[in-house]
Structures are given as structure tokens and as C-alpha cells.
């Protein structure tokens, strides 16, 4: 497709002009004639694509989940109002304290005025508007329902948002404690252990052998920290690399839902995500096909959005909801029942809400409980160095100190 500038007149005589993207200039002609606007002028414009990088787009704030939060619940106040779309997305772009999100905005609102509908030009920015986001828009623009559809699109967020924040609050936890034993074993192998290492030389003394473990390690550590620090740095830049591939993402998304503890915890929040996503798609009006497509691509993990293709694969060839979803394995069975319950009775956005709140439940007990379940094996680990550290270095200077009485 290719840009297009016009120059027309409309019904009353007044002179505009845009730009419509289009395959040629004549469906250019056609929809400004179906738009009530007679055309003057028609002509193809070059897009160059600029190369520049600037520090503000690298180091700038983005466009966050707050962010679009806040924008869904203004514009369902300024739509329920009767606030035309561009002076509402005009008004947004002008008050918003995030200067990427004004950005997008005042794009949109281009969109918008060269003749483009709303769910079009908010699909022209994929990394901050997602494809449920736009098909939900779709479904209100169809059934001009607009200021409905900004307000589920609100709440939904809003429960996402507050999921991720409880995830997050719940992980913080063991990564502080794992990073602070990863750091101290770092400061005894550097620092500690060599200095007493030259104590016991001093003596020539038989040691045991959890002394001559710690101090071959830290003899180690010390002799190679330069290539052990690139490896762990080339190693993270490798893993890092390799995760962006399509087959990397997919194994790591897959070996994430397998993890002890947190692998169950983060199953079921993708389930529920997936179950309110299908919920709200389907109760919009967006037809069955096109949801399992839609709630794939929201799924935010290849494998459980590979899972919901194979649904929809299965679903194509004329098969149920529930003989779909039992085949993936990831549902339990009374999801399975209210699923086949919602089918039977007609009311599968209602069951499958439901689902969502029945994992949420779920999700919201085990990350409560988790960091009683996280603290045993944390205090394991540290028991055993606490363990290993005092046979390899108290230990020793007991008998050094017998050999100083003697």
C-alpha cells in the first residue's frame, strides 16, 4: 500500500486535504467519495524512513500499564460524555505527563483526521496497543459501543496490572536473598578465605578437607575473577540472545510453567489471563475464530499461546471448546466442566469469567504463602554454608590453637 495526498472539496464547499493510505488512487477517489468529499487532487507521496537515533527514544520513558490504564478510563469518561474521538484523544495527548504516550497520541489523532478508523490507527502501534486491545475497539466501533468497550478494556487492565504487581511483590523476596548469597560467597572467596590461608601456611599444618575445598576455590577465584566475570557476562548476553529467537522464547515459556513453586503459581496467572481475556473478547461480540487468534497473541507465553492455536486449529475442524481444551493438558477438570456447562447452556463468557476468577483465587493464596514455602529451602542453603564455612575455617585454627598451647 502507498500514502496518498488529496486536495477535495466537501459538500458545503470547504477545502481540505490529508493523506489515505491505499493500494492506488482511485480507491483513494472512491472513499473520499463515499466520505462525502469531491476529490480535486490525487497524488502519491514518498515516505523515507528516518535513521536517526535520539537519546530520548533510548533512554525516554515508554509507555506503561499505569499509563494505559489511565487512558482507557479517560476516554470512556470522555466518550460516555459525548466528547467527539479526536477532541478526546487531542485533550489526552495535550494533558498526559508521559511524553511517549503524547507522542502516540497526536499520531492517532493524524490517523483520525486523514480518515482512518480509531481501531486502524491504534493497530499502527503494536508495542503499545495489543491486538486484543484493538479487536475490542473493533467490536465498539462495529456496534457503536465505543465508550463500553474502553471500559472493559479498563478493568481488564487493571487486574492485569494488579496481578503482575502481586507477582512481582511476592518474587522480590527470594531474589534479594539469592543475590545477598551469591554476594557473600563472592566476598569469602575474594577476601576472606586467602587471609586465612596465609595463617594456616604460616604453620604448615594438616588441614581437613573442607579447608583445602574452600581455599583451592578461592584460589581459583582469585587467579581467574577477570575470565570468570566475561564468561558470566558473555554467558548472560549469550542466554539473552538466544531467548529472543522464536525457539529460544518458546523452550524458556515452556520450562518457566515446570519450575518448583513459582512454576505453578505462574501457570495458573496465565490461565486466568486467558480465561478473562476470552471472557471479554467474547462477550464484546468478537466471533470464536477470530478470540482464540486474538487471546494467543495476548497470552504474553509462546507455549500456552501454542496451546490456544491448537485449540482454534481443533475448533476449524468442527470440534468443541472443551474436547479442544482438554487435549492441551493445561486445564484442570472442573475448569473443563464449567467450560462444557457454559457451552451447553449458551453462556460461555459467563463460565469462562468464572474460570478467571476461579485461577485468580488460586494465585492470590499461593503467592501469599509463598515465602513460607521459598524460606525452608533458602535456610538449607544457607545452613550448608554456614555449615561448610565452619568446618573449613574454624576448625583449623582449633588445632592451632592446641599447637600454640603446646
Request: charged share 20%; aromatic share 8%.
Amino acid at each position: 500500500m502507498g500514502s496518498f495526498h488529496y486536495k477535495g472539496r466537501t459538500n458545503h464547499g470547504d477545502a481540505i486535504e490529508g493523506n489515505i493510505e491505499a493500494v492506488n488512487a482511485d480507491v483513494v477517489a472512491a472513499q473520499l467519495l463515499n466520505s462525502g468529499v469531491t476529490p480535486i487532487d490525487i497524488s502519491e507521496t514518498k515516505v523515507t524512513k528516518s535513521k536517526d537515533i535520539h537519546l530520548g527514544n533510548l533512554f525516554g520513558p515508554g509507555v506503561k500499564l499505569d499509563d494505559l490504564v489511565l487512558f482507557s478510563r479517560q476516554m470512556y469518561t470522555l466518550m460516555k460524555s459525548g466528547v467527539p474521538i479526536v477532541r478526546s484523544i487531542t485533550s489526552l495527548a495535550e494533558s498526559t505527563r508521559n511524553p511517549a504516550l503524547s507522542k502516540v497520541l497526536r499520531n492517532i489523532v493524524e490517523d483520525l483526521e486523514s480518515g482512518r478508523e480509531l481501531s486502524h490507527a491504534l493497530s499502527r502501534h503494536p508495542k503499545i496497543f495489543t491486538n486484543l486491545y484493538v479487536s475490542i475497539i473493533q467490536v465498539g466501533e462495529n456496534t457503536g459501543r465505543l465508550d463500553e468497550s474502553f471500559q472493559q478494556i479498563a478493568a481488564y487492565q487493571e487486574l492485569e496490572k494488579d496481578t503482575r504487581d502481586r507477582i512481582k511483590t511476592a518474587m522480590r523476596y527470594p531474589i534479594v536473598v539469592i543475590l545477598t548469597i551469591v554476594a557473600a560467597i563472592a566476598i569469602i572467596n575474594l577476601f576472606v578465605i586467602p587471609a586465612f590461608a596465609k595463617i594456616y601456611a604460616k604453620f604448615h599444618a594438616d588441614l581437613p578437607w573442607a579447608t583445602k575445598f574452600l581455599i583451592a576455590t578461592s584460589n581459583f577465584t582469585v587467579a581467574n575473577w577477570p575470565y570468570i566475570l566475561a564468561g558470566l557476562i558473555l554467558g548472560g548476553v549469550g542466554i539473552n540472545m538466544y531467548l529472543k529467537t522464536e525457539a529460544g522464547r518458546y523452550k524458556w515459556h515452556k520450562y518457566k510453567l515446570r519450575l518448583p513453586i513459582v512454576g505453578s503459581i505462574v501457570n495458573r496467572s496465565l490461565l486466568a489471563r486467558f480465561s478473562r481475556s476470552f471472557a471479554m473478547a467474547m462477550r464484546a461480540g468478537v466471533p470464536l475464530i477470530q478470540t482464540m487468534t486474538v487471546v494467543s497473541r495476548a497470552a504474553d507465553n509462546d507455549y500456552l499461546a501454542a496451546r490456544i492455536l491448537q485449540m482454534r486449529n481443533g475448533i476449524e475442524r468442527g470440534d468443541t471448546l472443551t474436547r479442544t481444551a482438554a487435549a492441551t493438558g493445561m486445564f484442570t477438570p472442573l475448569v473443563l466442566q464449567m467450560m462444557a456447562v457454559g457451552e451447553e447452556t449458551g453462556a460461555i463468557d459467563e463460565l469462562m469469567l468464572e474460570v478467571a476468577e476461579y485461577y485468580e483465587r488460586e494465585v492470590d493464596y499461593d503467592l501469599k504463602n509463598l515465602s513460607s514455602a521459598i524460606e525452608p529451602i533458602m535456610i538449607v542453603i544457607i545452613g550448608i554454608m554456614v555449615f561448610v564455612l565452619a568446618l573449613g575455617v574454624f576448625l583449623p585454627m582449633w588445632d592451632l590453637a592446641a599447637v600454640a598451647r603446646g
